[in-house]
Every structure is written in C-alpha cells, then in structure tokens.
C-alpha cells in the first residue's frame, strides 16, 4: 500500500485536482505502477481520511439523487410510452399448458418470470415469490401467471427434459414455456425480444399488453404487488 504525498494537476478527478493527496492504494491495467500522470489507472485516495469521507458522501449523496430522479422519470416515460406493446414470446414448447399467446390472453394482468433452472436467484427469489403469488391470485380470472425457460448458457444442462423433472419436484403449477433456440443465435428470441439482462428478470403486462414493470434481479414485492392490484382495477 502507497503512503507517498503526490500533487496532481492533470487528474481525472476535478474535485480533488490541484490538491495534495495521500495515495492509499491504486489499480493499473496490466499491473503498471501507479504515477501522478497516469489517468487509467483506478485510484483510492483522500486528502485525510475524514475529509475524503466527507467529500466522498457528499459527491455519492449528490450523484444517487440525480440517478434516482432520472430512473424514475425514465420509468414514468416508459409506463406511458405508446410503444411499450409487449411482444409475443416465442416458445418451442409448453409444460402445464397447451400454449399461450399474449393476444389470447388479452384482458388479462400477465406476469412473466424470466428464469433458469441452475440460476440461484430464480431459485432464492423469482421462484418463491411466483409460487406465493400463484397462490395468491388463485381465486381470480383475470390474471395470468407465465415462467419462461430463457436459456443463454449451459444448454447441454438445462434441457427440457431436465426442466420438466425441475418443474416436478418444484411442484410449480403454472404454465411454463421453453424460449425457442434459433438456431446459430446465441441468445434464445424471446430474450432477445424483451431485451432482457439476465435471470431472474420479471415483466408485468397490463391488460392492454402494454408492459408496465420489468425489473432484473431482485426488488420489494410489496411495491410490485401495489402495482399488481392497481393494473386488476383497470377496464
């Protein structure tokens, strides 16, 4: 770890150019050694350590504010957005179902959740709360429950047949389709279709088709479930 005083006048930090600072650690690609020159190297220094803490709060404060207010601006434009149609699936075969389209379940609250079988958030997150809200919204028509099998690795391992013994011993009810592999396409279509980051990622589609949440990852279902009894009210 580096204790060395430098003065830096051509920095890729503004806050801290002209400033003397104590270096306390730093990251060069391909192991170089840091210099007070160099402007690709990561580094990790303060002037002391309260007032880099100080400055460092006050700059994370300022910048989550910012982000924050322009994902929610971006959500509400995209909530209203005339094109936010949500596309049809592409499924090579269904398991609990005959088949499904998003036409034919039109008038219906659609939640779909983009899982994998070996993927450790769909089984710690998307899989338990789809098996509390099947549960949950099993009195009611207008509502529908969809998993999708979106493959992108490990596809001599995740195979329908290995989802279906999956979907047994889960005891998962709901209709669950396999995303169609084009061939000589990396990406399965209908994860190309929702541009979709990964798995777990869940979209809500309201009862126009229009999709109103899509999320990767985890989020608070207290929220989602707000917006899922907002969208049942709905004509």
């Known amino acids: 770890m580096l204790r060395k005083v430098y003065r830096f006048f051509d920095h890729p930090f503004p806050f801290l150019r002209n400033e003397e600072i104590k270096v306390l650690g730093a990251f060069c690609p391909g192991n170089r050694k840091p210099s007070s020159t ?3 190297c990561i580094y990790f220094k303060m002037k002391s350590v309260q007032d880099g803490m100080s400055l460092l709060v006050k700059k994370l404060l300022v910048t989550g504010i910012i982000l924050y207010g322009i994902v929610l601006l971006a959500g ?3 909530a209203n957005s005339s ?6 699936w592409v499924v090579s075969e269904w398991i609990n179902s005959n088949g499904l389209t998003l036409e034919g379940l039109r008038g219906k ?3 779909i ?3 994998q079988l070996w993927c450790p958030g769909c089984n710690k997150f998307s899989g338990p709360l789809m098996d509390k809200w099947n549960r949950q919204y099993s009195g009611r028509q207008d509502i529908q429950l969809v998993g999708i099998h979106t493959v992108f690795e490990g596809h001599s391992q995740q195979t329908p047949k290995r989802l279906r013994q999956y979907i047994k011993e889960k005891n998962i009810t709901y209709p669950v389709g396999v995303d169609d592999q084009v061939a000589n396409q990396r990406l399965p279509e209908t994860m190309i279709r929702y541009h979709t980051r990964g798995t777990p990622e869940m979209a809500i589609i309201d009862k126009r088709g229009k999709i109103r949440f899509q999320h990767f990852g985890s989020f608070n279902p207290v929220f989602v479930e707000k917006l899922i009894t907002t969208l049942l009210n709905e004509e």
């Open 38 to 40: 160099s402007n690709t």
């Open 76 to 78: 509400k434009a995209e």
């Open 83 to 88: 094109d936010n149609q949500a596309p049809e």
């Open 109 to 111: 609250v659609v939640v």
């Open 113 to 115: 959740d983009f899982f």
